[in-house]
């Protein structure tokens, strides 16, 4: 019995799972139709030899709508995994058209697009000249997904990417750092890397991230003893210098986070300092392009002159 429903699934075609799906999502033949861009016989049709191919209808009529028969209740799980896995191919077949227009479309996290990103079309176009560029921001899952679906070029990320398609490249290096609200620190003590130890007891902003980087920081603060005040958690970094700078208590974050643009806070060293990498991320059979390659050094430039310049100059806060 199951081996025979089985079958009947597999023997569906693509266009009747879209009008099942169609008719899930709008509940009446004349809108699914509408939605596919088809003639409402035209759906009605398509209906007809879904059921037909399977053995059993899909809907029955229920106050004025169709509902899914408990049969194709059964199927609509898997149903949507292909209907989602169609759509990507979709997306990605278009993409691949689209790059014959190239546009370079670079992708980067929140916080690097705050810190570094506003300065990478200028870099760009005094090298090469007016370039077409594309900037957005996602978060590093989401950013391999849409490089593997060749929605976006070239992405950067502090938190290392593996991914058979993909390359991840290590450009930067920095360290991690501690932040406070403005006026925390004298001339003398900011200028001295703070021990770790010395936040014991401290008011202090936990990092509730799953990344490589909030476990890392989590591991280190559970570790101190006495142990900091952790009374609020946040899932960005960005969150915290903000809750940093209103006078809520210190967080480790990484540099970027640290001196990107907005309300006024100390930066400080610590002596126990734990690595911050860079990286650039891109598909294997991606095409090497004087445009990629002028954004990845773009970006290790500029990534690299924002942390020289605060450390040259011991600045006492960010604004």
């Given at each position: ?17 879209e ?23 035209g759906?009605?049709?398509l ?69 570094v ?27 391999a ?67 490589n ?37 210190v ?39 004087v ?7 773009g ?6 002159d ?14």
């Amino acid at each position: 019995m199951q081996v025979s429903f089985t079958k009947r699934i597999c023997s569906m075609r693509l266009r009747y799972i879209e009008i099942f799906q169609a008719i899930l999502e709008t509940g009446t033949v004349t809108d699914a139709a509408a939605l596919l861009h088809i003639s409402q016989p035209g759906a009605t049709k398509l209906l007809q030899q879904a059921e037909r191919s399977l053995g059993f209808p899909l809907f029955v009529r229920a106050k004025g709508r169709l509902q899914p028969t408990p049969e194709s209740a059964l199927m609509r799980e898997q149903m949507d995994r292909v209907f989602d896995e169609l759509r990507d191919l979709q997306r990605l077949a278009s993409n691949i058209a689209r790059a014959e227009n190239y546009l370079s479309r670079v992708v980067s996290t929140p916080t690097l697009a705050n810190a570094v990103m506003p300065s990478l079309i200028g870099h760009v176009r005094r090298k090469l000249g007016r370039v077409n560029i594309e900037l957005s921001t996602q978060h590093s899952n989401e950013m391999a997904r849409s490089l593997v679906l060749r929605e976006a070029d070239i992405g950067f990320t502090l938190q290392e990417t593996l991914h058979p398609d993909l390359i991840c490249e290590a450009i930067y290096s920095t360290e991690l750092v501690l932040i406070s609200a403005d006026g925390t620190w004298d001339n003398s003590e900011i200028s001295r890397p703070l021990g770790l130890k010395e936040l014991g007891g401290v008011a202090t902003i936990g990092i509730a991230t799953d990344d490589n980087l909030g476990r890392q920081i989590d591991s280190i603060l559970n570790r101190l003893e006495p142990a900091p005040e952790i009374s609020t958690w946040v899932q960005t970094y960005w969150i915290a210098r903000e809750l940093v700078s209103a006078g809520e208590g210190v967080a480790l974050v990484d540099p970027f986070t640290a001196l990107s643009g907005g309300p006024s806070i100390q930066v400080r060293r610590v002596a126990q300092a734990l690595p911050v990498t860079l990286y650039a991320v891109y598909r294997v059979d991606g095409a090497q392009n004087v445009v990629r390659t002028a954004v990845l050094e773009g970006v290790k430039a500029i990534a690299s002159d924002l942390v020289r310049s605060w450390s040259s100059n011991n600045l006492e806060s960010v604004a």
